[in-house]
Nanobody
Framework: QVQLVESGGGLVQAGGSLRLSCAASGSIRSINAMDWYRQAPGKERELVTSMSSGGTTNYVDSVKGRFTISRDNAKNTVYLQMNSLKPEDTAVYYC??????????????????WGQGTQVTVSS
């Protein structure tokens, strides 16, 4: 199985910065995309940004130019650098990854995993 553990959330004033980390562990054979989602109170979960295994990135319009996703494939870790934070960025942030894990020698299965979520609160 594969587990994702996030860290780095917290309380910050508007205009400040935070860096989130998400480390994947387990019998990982390969990881495809690694993504960050967020869910604000009373709203649906939305995809904030994603990065493919080849490094292609996508960002929701509201964070372009402020947030940067990066990956350390050797550590199976994805990061989210958030700058110029706004109160509307307040949400629980979740990392997500999919790929393949090794069940036994020569046999792998796909996985689709979520982190536990980390709260980001931006005060005005």
């Amino acid at each position: 199985q594969v587990q994702l553990v996030e860290s780095g959330g917290g309380l910050v004033q508007a205009g400040g910065s935070l860096r989130l980390s998400c480390a994947a562990s387990g019998s990982i054979r390969s990881i495809n995309a690694m993504d960050w989602y967020r869910q604000a109170p009373g709203k649906e979960r939305e995809l904030v940004t994603s990065m493919s295994s080849g490094g292609t990135t996508n960002y929701v319009d509201s964070v372009k130019g402020r947030f940067t996703i990066s990956r350390d494939n050797a550590k199976n870790t994805v990061y989210l650098q958030m700058n110029s934070l706004k109160p509307e960025d307040t949400a629980v942030y979740y990392c997500h990854a999919d790929g393949y894990w090794t069940v036994t020698y020569g046999f792998s299965q796909p996985f689709d995993a979520w982190g536990q979520g980390t709260q980001v609160t931006v005060s005005s």
